[in-house]
């Protein structure tokens, strides 16, 4: 290409056309804040645009829910480094939840009844415990290494004599667990000419789980619950505020500003106008909703969280369930807090 001369490359012009989108999206934003109100009349016609919004094959759940799910299990050895899976069986599970698409993620199942349960005989909970991105169902479970910023997450919970389900979702890093070559990005945009998304699709193969287990003679379907961190976090979240059955979400180190994040899969078409965090969290209400975010977390600050929690705090209150919603900003980082208040109230409320 030839060289260009200064002339023709409108410096000045192109910087106050980007100067102008800039600012046209911060006067939007504060439109939309100005604007900002969480509605409390007709929620499930809400949630249903709120799944609309996902789109496809989350909004065809109802069509789906009817199919059989077929199931191909893996009994996985316990880890001699980790001290308490002894005390678990653990098993690898790919799940047919449409016809023709697998899924797969991770049951752990203690083996003894938790002491703290009167009648022995009682059906154990489920809890649905979710990776963050880089992540794995043996990860979240501390199988062969412990994680730097799960902090136990399965462990503490199957401790009560609970049986976890760890999904595995399109978030591993290849160049660790192999696979090489997948693109969430571009699967996510693929999926999005086509009415969907690959947070849809994730959530509705996550759902269809929940189908089987919670069809399980040993699951108490009436005591199901959510716990997820980062990615993870927004799953919970998201996936709580989608399906009623969930009855407690701890959703960790997801909360906060979305303009402030650029991935595609985290977008949707008018998404700051009518589904941010805090219509997300409104959804799940009056059902128990944990929000627990890191003092020090760089990527998800508490004071960008703040305003949101504020109108999700307001909410509950017209509502007449404060109590349902409990949100503590913690001494820590980008990680599931290590002191046990959220895993405390999670527990106490399946």
Avoid at 28 to 41: C, F, G, L, Q, W
Avoid at 46 to 52: A, E, G, N, S, V
Avoid at 216 to 223: A, G, H, N, V
Wanted: charged content about 30%; some cysteine; overall charge negative.
């Amino acid at each position: 290409m030839s060289e260009i001369s200064e002339k023709y490359k409108n410096i000045k012009q192109r910087d106050e056309y980007i100067k102008s989108i800039e600012k046209f999206i911060d006067d939007s934003k504060i439109k939309a804040d100005n604007n900002r109100k969480v509605k409390t009349a007709d929620k499930e016609n809400l949630r249903k645009q709120y799944i609309d919004t996902l789109g496809y094959p989350l909004n065809c759940y109802e069509k789906f829910k009817q199919e059989e799910i077929k199931v191909k299990t893996e009994p996985l050895e316990t880890d001699e480094n980790n001290e308490d899976s002894e005390n678990m069986t653990i098993t690898r599970y790919q799940l047919e939840v449409m016809p023709g698409f697998w899924f797969s993620g991770i049951l752990y199942e203690p083996k003894e009844r938790s002491e703290d349960k009167e009648d022995k005989n009682e059906r154990n909970a489920l809890v649905i415990a979710q990776h963050g991105g880089a992540g794995t169902s043996e990860i979240v479970g501390s199988l062969v290494l412990d994680s730097a910023n799960y902090n136990h997450m399965v462990k503490r919970v199957i401790r009560k004599g609970i049986t976890v389900f760890a999904p595995q979702l399109l978030l591993w890093a290849p160049e660790i667990y192999g696979n090489e070559g997948y693109n969430r990005v571009n699967i996510d945009q693929k999926l999005k000419q086509l009415g969907g998304s690959i947070t849809a699709l994730e959530i509705f193969c996550i759902m269809r789980s929940i189908d089987y287990f919670a069809g399980l003679d040993c699951i108490d379907d009436s005591r199901i619950g959510m716990v997820g961190l980062s990615y993870g976090g927004m799953y919970t979240l998201y996936t709580a505020a989608a399906d009623v059955r969930i009855k407690v979400a701890l959703s960790s180190c997801w909360f906060g500003e979305r303009l402030d994040h650029v991935r595609t899969d985290w977008f949707y078409f008018n998404q700051y106008n009518a589904f941010v965090d805090e219509e997300v969290g409104s959804l799940i209400l009056p059902r128990k909703l944990y929000v627990e975010i890191g003092k020090s977390d760089g990527a998800f600050p508490p004071e960008k969280a703040e305003p949101y929690l504020t109108g999700l705090t307001e909410y509950a209150k017209i509502e007449g369930c404060a109590d349902s919603l409990k949100i503590k900003v913690f001494d820590g980082g980008h990680e599931l807090d290590k002191a046990d208040d959220g895993i405390k109230f999670f527990i106490e409320n399946l």
